[in-house]
């Protein structure tokens, strides 16, 4: 593993396939994964993944704190998870009809997590969030929904960031709160009056570029609490954290049960799956909504969902993330301090993310879409931090939570930090200490 | 393959399978794979999949003429495509960006489809279509979308057929007008002005519970007259029938070129993969939406739909679906007669459609999403007829088209015919000869 050589974005493969993919992708590439929202030391291009390793198409390992922006939650190509899709894809996938794999599964999340009477199943979070929002919208005959301000709850026209396509009736129905502020979202409710369908709400505060904020308990309790009083279902969209903070639903531990859940990501380790699950009031409802995919029903990730679920309770998955991400956090801290630079770490251990204070210009506040370069918003420090991390092979992000997973080690971190710590002096080179 | 048991509904492990997803299923099952919707003969839960044959739970054999609602397009499991996969899986599926494949495949599809300058990817079919009339807003600044009256072009809010957690405001810009009647597209153009971004339209009229129309070229010139015109997009919505008619656009054999195709099901032959194709014009558009997914940029169901692509090529795939497709078609024509049953054979041979004539009452119509048993449609004929050929092992659907794979041999349509000539006497039997 040496990284001592020119930067990735010189390397020659990955800047072919750049090229090539200029031509027949539009802006070379798209989404959340577009690396041109990079320090230009990120690879593009990734060849191969085996625990907490992944390899670029110019074969530059990195430890990667990124697990595919969450789905990889117990390592890549984890061996529980590989041999169950192996099992799996010797008799079928995608059938005329679901596999008893999807009845296990339903019965799985239904005794995992208590607020759940049953589950049903979709590729993209942005699947179960939409879905989530249409079956409250169709058991209380009301069309209003409260979504905090900044919040990302998937890339369709009514949830999406970025404006270009979408039309103001997409959403014409969303009222805003601020997160953690119960007050703005009892004012949300008042001005959405009778017509309050549900409350959309993520389980701590992790909007992209900006530093994250755990749930205030009473918060979670406030919003519980209108919801019983309005007759508005409470949707918890844990498409990001869910699997990592706790396998009952991410606010079992603030003792705040939910209506409906949205999952994804981290369900099947990395295989494309997504659900909804829900309380029994809202059955009837949530057989009434049209939901639909031709691939929704495929055996083989909900296979490995049954494995991923049972490699997390097996090694004790969620502990050994916040044995990683402590000693991760502790140690950036340490040495940031060191280094005489002002920094954040904020949100759960195994959701992380780390701000410089001297990348934010006083009073300026990211909207969401922005991009990292936009007028008002400043990464530098951020981006040369992570991209002379990337250069010397630990995968972090400069502006979107990172995500642990239970194949990180003590050595992986060590061998993390002894990285991290050249990253740390080089911004103290660039910017100067903090004051 | 012995089918003279009793039916499949009371069989042992299938029957278990429904109660236990009654309980934590909403419904016990959902979507279009929902056996509610189909004959007592039906088996709900599959086991395996090869070829041309599967599996039910009980271990039923049958020779499936519904390839998975359309995603089996080579067979189950095709030993090019699982060699594909494996070796694509033994590197990395889903990471922190795209693998090489997906310059791969979106150079394929360019070099495929003559009016495909670039691609861009995602898991569903709905992922598809909605992205693509985001495209043809963001690249015209209008909203309307023309769309076919009773076309299903997904299960979003925008386009679900069933309206139970909808608003009114989701479908706000959608102008209906009539398939194959340009009269009613210009019409419905008129209504639309100045703010129409897009006409959306599949390759034929494939509506379920209603016979299949070919295009009218003149109807798709028309179209392709009215957007040049007016300056919107014309989308082809190619998700149904994609590589099953013309691997270089469904379209392309009528002489009209849309300016977007959206595709899924059979591109990766049953891995979760969907595609937006669009011309040059509409690059910068496209690059602008934000279009993104947790398991859009993974790298085996690319890997499957490049070796889907080859075995389609390699294979005369297509040229396999309509000689196996035009063999039924034309047994099962010779059958009806034979028994003194009307009934009409509709779309192409290789998505075909069966009705029986005295399953219409005059006048009536069915609207989509309704149910077969909602009152003034009737599917008698065709769910005995699709239940006696259940039971005799032919997988066929009594209200939905059906998909030809190019694993069907000939050997396969005559297997099928032995079977489904019983179950068109079970027809006379029961309701008599047609007039």
Known sequence: MSHGGPAVSAATRDLALRQRATRVVPGGMYGHQNAASLPADFPQFLERGRGSRIWDVDGREYVDFMCSFGPIVLGHAHPR??????????????????????????????????????AMFAKNGTDATTLALSIARAATGRAKVLVAAGAYHGSAPWCTPR??????????????????????AEAAADRAGRDLAAV??????????????????????????L???????????????????DLAGSWEPVGVRPDLSAFSKAIANGYPLAAVVGRDALRDAAARVFATGSFWFAAVPMAAALATLDGLQAERGIEAMVRAGTLLREGLARQAR????????????????????????????????????????RFERANLFTGEAARRGVWLH????????????????????????????AVRRAFGPDA
Chains 1, 2 share one sequence.
């Open 227 to 245: 919801c019983d009083r309005t007759g508005a279902a409470l949707i918890l969209d844990d498409v990001r954290a869910g699997f990592r903070l």
């Open 398 to 425: 400069p502006w979107h939570n990172w995500f642990l997973s239970a194949a990180h080690t003590q050595d992986d971190v060590r061998l993390a930090l002894e990285r991290t710590d050249e990253a740390f002096a």
């Open 200 to 225: 959309l709400v993520s389980p701590f505060r992790h909007d992209a570029r900006h530093d994250q904020a755990l749930v205030d308990p009473a918060f979670a309790r406030g919003l519980r609490g």
């Open 338 to 377: 060191a280094h005489g630079l002002r920094i954040t770490q904020s949100g759960p251990v195994q959701l992380p993310f780390l701000s410089f204070a001297g990348d934010r210009p006083a009073g300026a506040d990211a909207r969401p879409g922005q991009s990292a370069s936009a007028p008002g918003l």
């Open 81 to 118: 998870v590989e041999a169950a899709v192996q099992a799996q894809s010797r008799l079928a996938d995608c059938q005329n009809g679901p596999s008893p794999r999807m009845v296990e599964l339903a019965e799985r999340l239904v005794a995992l997590i208590p607020h759940a009477d049953w």
């Open 163 to 184: 404006p270009a396509g979408t039309t103001p009736e997409d959403r014409a129905h969303l009222v805003p709160f601020v997160y953690n502020d119960l007050a703005s």
